[in-house]
């Protein structure tokens, strides 16, 4: 393993001003988002769709630094041939891969899930490598809910992503270790940080027992936030100072980077909430989005799966970026979105 290299990788990943665009929506996922819009979730469309956000130059060379993807994208060519791979890296972004293979139920905790795709992943890391992905993703999922979740749901979690994580270092790939703590319930933001803190704590502990380094890594992680469904919603100053004390808290220093998840923010709202964390600075990780829905819900709207809306769709996904790209140094305000809409 070359940890400089890692290292290297993972600072470009949280460079200033620069974030991860996580366009790594499995195929489930993509119908839905498809189905919203009314486009069939065929493999030529979802390819048109993507070319679409990788030509986007404005977005893509400014704002992004890596492209998560999935599998069937990643072996997937542009309709002029070129490999969608680099026209990710033609843009100066890095490509990157989801390798977990979704989740299951995990036994004897009603509820709860363990996400799987351990098996060959050491095989597959070495053919992604060589295709171009030099960053890859795991995301674990634990819900908040009455007696949830169970001190075994979050070990078990936290032991898959420190051993998918070692086995990303070995293959000189840089993981990006994602334990999502949901924010479907009504639970308030005080439970969601104390959640939070336990999981991350057993994701670091598990880390270190497993040997990966953590100056060749990026955290994937949600913010310190209320529920959807509770009665009392944290001011975005709330959750930027809770999401920042508990990541002090809980993240070495030594670890090059942090890039949010957005898990059902609205688009505006993620952009708010990171723009507030860095004004709490200077902090001691690179701190950006990774943004899936909170990117791509705009941009989708506004393609619709017709041809001749690919210039409004990247508009729309240059607009979220660059917004997020400002955000990232603190310097986004609300009235820059009312002018642009
Ligand atoms: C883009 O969504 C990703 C893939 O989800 P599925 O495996 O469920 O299809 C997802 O992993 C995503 O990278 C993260 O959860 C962050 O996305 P959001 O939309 O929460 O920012």
Redesign the pocket.
């Known amino acids: 393993m070359n940890l400089t290299e890692l290292n290297r990788i993972a600072t470009a990943l949280v460079a200033p001003g620069k974030g991860i665009l996580?366009?790594?929506?499995?195929s489930?996922?993509?119908k839905k988002r498809f189905d919203a819009i009314g486009v069939e979730s065929t493999e030529e469309n979802r390819r048109d769709y993507r070319e679409m956000l990788f030509r986007s130059n404005e977005a893509m060379s400014r704002y992004i630094s890596g492209v998560?993807l999935y599998d069937e994208t990643i072996w997937q060519n542009a309709k002029d041939g070129t490999p969608l791979v680099k026209l990710i890296e033609s843009s100066g972004a890095i490509p990157g891969i989801?390798v977990d293979e979704?989740t299951q139920a995990l036994p004897m905790c009603p509820g709860e899930l363990v996400t799987v795709g351990l098996d060959k992943l050491a095989e597959r890391l070495k053919k992604y490598h060589e295709r171009g992905a030099r960053f890859a993703?795991w995301?674990a999922v634990i819900d908040i809910g009455s007696g949830i979740p169970s001190m075994t749901a979050i070990s078990v979690n936290a032991h898959a992503l420190a051993r998918y994580a070692a086995l990303c270092q070995a293959a000189q790939i840089v993981p990006i270790v994602?334990p999502?703590v949901l924010m479907d319930g009504d639970h308030d933001i005080d439970r969601c940080y104390e959640v939070t803190s336990r999981v991350l704590n057993k994701t670091f502990q598990e880390l270190r027992v497993q040997r990966v380094a953590l100056e060749g890594m990026v955290l994937?992680p949600n913010m310190a936030i209320s529920g959807k469904k509770c009665a009392k919603q944290a001011s975005v100053e709330e959750v930027a100072e809770k999401t920042i004390w508990l990541l002090k808290a809980c993240v070495p220093a030594v670890v090059p980077g942090i890039a949010f998840?957005?898990?059902?923010q609205s688009d505006e709202e993620a952009t708010a909430h990171l723009n507030a964390m860095h004004k709490l600075g200077p902090l001691p990780w690179g701190l950006t989005f990774?943004?899936?829905?909170?990117l791509q819900a705009a941009p989708q709207k506004a393609w619709s799966g017709k041809a001749e809306n690919v210039a409004a769709g990247q508009s729309a996904f240059s607009h979220r970026a660059r917004m997020n790209g400002l955000a990232c140094k603190g310097e986004w305000q609300s009235s820059l979105e009312q002018k642009a809409a």
């Open positions: 996580a366009a790594d929506e499995s489930g996922t993509i998560i989801k979704g993703k995301r994602e999502e994937k998840l957005s898990g059902g990774s943004y899936g829905r909170a």
